[in-house]
Protein backbone atom coordinates (compact mmCIF):
# COMPACT_ATOMS: atom_id res chain seq x y z
CA UNK A 1 0.00 0.00 0.00
CA UNK A 2 0.54 3.63 -0.21
CA UNK A 3 2.14 5.68 2.15
CA UNK A 4 -1.30 7.82 1.94
CA UNK A 5 -3.52 4.69 2.55
CA UNK A 6 -1.19 3.77 5.72
CA UNK A 7 -1.39 6.83 6.54
CA UNK A 8 -5.31 7.00 6.29
CA UNK A 9 -5.65 3.02 7.86
CA UNK A 10 -3.18 3.87 10.82
CA UNK A 11 -4.71 7.46 11.73
CA UNK A 12 -1.27 8.80 11.44
CA UNK A 13 0.16 11.43 9.13
CA UNK A 14 2.69 10.74 6.26
CA UNK A 15 5.26 12.63 7.80
CA UNK A 16 4.90 10.35 10.91
CA UNK A 17 5.55 7.69 9.20
CA UNK A 18 8.39 8.63 6.84
CA UNK A 19 9.97 9.66 10.30
CA UNK A 20 9.47 5.60 11.55
CA UNK A 21 10.65 4.90 8.19
CA UNK A 22 14.00 7.21 8.42
CA UNK A 23 14.56 5.67 12.07
CA UNK A 24 14.51 2.08 11.07
CA UNK A 25 11.17 1.02 12.52
CA UNK A 26 9.34 0.37 9.27
CA UNK A 27 10.54 -0.66 5.96
CA UNK A 28 9.47 0.12 2.82
CA UNK A 29 9.95 -0.86 -0.84
CA UNK A 30 10.75 1.93 -3.10
CA UNK A 31 9.22 1.60 -6.88
CA UNK A 32 10.23 2.69 -9.82
CA UNK A 33 8.50 5.85 -9.86
CA UNK A 34 10.30 6.69 -6.19
CA UNK A 35 6.44 5.81 -4.37
CA UNK A 36 7.15 3.77 -1.63
CA UNK A 37 5.50 0.70 -1.09
CA UNK A 38 4.21 -0.68 2.44
CA UNK A 39 3.33 -4.48 3.37
CA UNK A 40 0.03 -5.08 4.89
CA UNK A 41 2.25 -5.41 8.24
CA UNK A 42 3.53 -1.76 8.29
CA UNK A 43 -0.18 -1.34 10.16
CA UNK A 44 0.05 -3.55 12.45
CA UNK A 45 4.00 -2.11 13.35
CA UNK A 46 3.06 1.35 13.73
CA UNK A 47 0.62 0.08 16.10
CA UNK A 48 2.80 -1.65 18.44
CA UNK A 49 4.86 2.06 17.85
CA UNK A 50 1.86 4.03 18.90
CA UNK A 51 1.49 1.55 22.00
CA UNK A 52 4.59 1.58 22.89
CA UNK A 53 5.43 5.36 22.96
CA UNK A 54 2.37 5.85 25.05
CA UNK A 55 3.67 3.28 27.24
CA UNK A 56 6.95 5.35 28.05
CA UNK A 57 9.44 3.06 25.22
CA UNK A 58 12.19 5.58 23.94
CA UNK A 59 12.17 4.95 20.04
CA UNK A 60 15.66 2.69 20.42
CA UNK A 61 13.63 0.68 23.13
CA UNK A 62 11.14 0.07 20.77
CA UNK A 63 13.61 -0.85 17.83
CA UNK A 64 14.94 -3.71 19.84
CA UNK A 65 11.28 -4.89 20.15
CA UNK A 66 10.19 -4.95 16.62
CA UNK A 67 10.28 -8.00 15.37
CA UNK A 68 13.07 -8.13 12.71
CA UNK A 69 12.25 -9.16 9.07
CA UNK A 70 14.22 -12.00 8.87
CA UNK A 71 12.44 -13.45 11.96
CA UNK A 72 9.13 -15.20 12.54
CA UNK A 73 8.13 -12.33 15.12
CA UNK A 74 8.73 -11.02 18.99
CA UNK A 75 11.15 -12.41 20.82
CA UNK A 76 8.70 -13.26 24.37
CA UNK A 77 11.76 -13.39 26.46
CA UNK A 78 12.68 -10.06 25.29
CA UNK A 79 9.30 -8.27 25.60
CA UNK A 80 8.31 -9.69 28.74
CA UNK A 81 11.57 -8.70 30.37
CA UNK A 82 11.30 -5.06 28.80
CA UNK A 83 8.13 -4.53 29.94
CA UNK A 84 8.89 -5.58 33.44
CA UNK A 85 11.70 -3.28 33.29
CA UNK A 86 8.83 -0.61 31.72
CA UNK A 87 7.13 -1.18 35.03
CA UNK A 88 9.20 -0.83 37.77
CA UNK A 89 10.67 2.34 35.77
CA UNK A 90 7.07 3.56 36.12
CA UNK A 91 6.62 2.64 39.88
CA UNK A 92 9.70 4.57 40.77
CA UNK A 93 8.44 7.87 38.56
CA UNK A 94 5.46 7.03 40.55
CA UNK A 95 7.25 7.35 43.93
CA UNK A 96 9.29 10.68 43.11
CA UNK A 97 5.93 12.23 41.80
CA UNK A 98 4.52 11.25 45.70
CA UNK A 99 7.63 12.33 47.08
CA UNK A 100 7.39 15.93 45.00
CA UNK A 101 4.04 16.39 45.57
CA UNK A 102 4.32 15.85 49.04
CA UNK A 103 7.28 18.87 49.29
CA UNK A 104 5.36 20.91 47.30
CA UNK A 105 1.95 20.89 49.21
CA UNK A 106 4.36 21.19 52.37
CA UNK A 107 5.78 24.31 50.63
CA UNK A 108 1.94 25.54 50.24
CA UNK A 109 1.23 25.06 53.54
CA UNK A 110 4.06 26.98 54.68
CA UNK A 111 3.71 30.04 52.54
CA UNK A 112 -0.48 30.17 53.48
CA UNK A 113 0.55 29.89 56.92
CA UNK A 114 2.70 32.57 56.83
CA UNK A 115 2.53 34.80 60.37
CA UNK A 116 0.51 37.81 60.71
CA UNK A 117 2.25 40.89 59.75
CA UNK A 118 4.85 39.28 58.02
CA UNK A 119 5.87 40.64 54.58
CA UNK A 120 6.07 38.48 51.58
CA UNK A 121 9.71 38.94 50.96
CA UNK A 122 10.10 38.11 54.96
CA UNK A 123 8.14 34.72 54.74
CA UNK A 124 10.02 33.96 51.41
CA UNK A 125 13.00 33.76 53.61
CA UNK A 126 11.14 31.67 56.21
CA UNK A 127 10.08 29.21 53.51
CA UNK A 128 13.87 29.09 51.95
CA UNK A 129 15.06 28.10 54.90
CA UNK A 130 12.34 25.78 56.13
CA UNK A 131 13.77 24.05 52.52
CA UNK A 132 17.05 23.96 53.21
CA UNK A 133 16.45 22.52 56.47
CA UNK A 134 14.44 20.08 55.64
CA UNK A 135 17.10 19.27 52.23
CA UNK A 136 19.96 19.22 54.74
CA UNK A 137 18.30 17.44 57.32
Known sequence: MKIGQLAE????????????????????????NGYRRYPEQALQTLSIISCAQQAGFSLEEIRRLLPQADTTGLDHAELLTSLQRKVSEIELMQ???????????????????????????????????????ANNG
Do not use: D, H, W
Open 95 to 133: QRLVQNKAQLLTIIATIENKPAGMLCTENAERVLATLRN
Open 9 to 32: RSGLPPSRIRFYEARGLLSAQRQA
